[in-house]
């Protein structure tokens, strides 16, 4: 079974700084595309981040140059540095990977979602 974990979301004013981290665990063989997705109350889930295996990357066009996802392929691990932050920013996010597992599928996996708010 393969799960994501995620952390380190929480309140912070405009203009701050947080940072997110997902571990991947379980019975895992190998780890695709990882990815960060947020939705914000009434709103559609979208897409925030991408990162490659290899490490190429792409954002959204409203948190370019704000925010940057890398990863720790040694670790299982996506993370998401988020800067400059807004109170548009405020929303729950959700860490998401393409895994391949011991069953020998590939399926896409999510986390449980952790909420970030940019509030004074």
């Known amino acids: 079974q393969v799960q994501l974990l995620e952390s380190g979301g929480g309140l912070v004013q405009p203009g701050g700084s947080l940072s997110l981290s997902c571990a991947a665990s379980?019975?895992?063989?190998?780890?695709?595309?990882m990815a960060w997705y947020r939705q914000a109350p009434g709103k559609q889930r979208e897409l925030v981040a991408t990162i490659a295996k290899v490490g190429s990357t792409n954002y959204a066009d409203s948190v370019k140059g704000r925010f940057t996802i890398s990863r720790d392929n040694t670790k299982n691990t996506v993370y998401l540095q988020m800067s400059s932050l807004k109170p548009e920013d405020t929303a729950v996010y959700y860490c998401?990977?393409?895994?391949?597992?011991?069953?020998?599928?590939?399926?896409?996996?999510w986390g449980q979602g952790t909420q970030v708010t940019v509030s004074s």
């Open positions: 379980g019975a895992i063989l190998s780890i695709n595309t």
């Open positions: 998401n990977a393409e895994i391949l597992s011991w069953t020998l599928r590939s399926e896409n996996y």
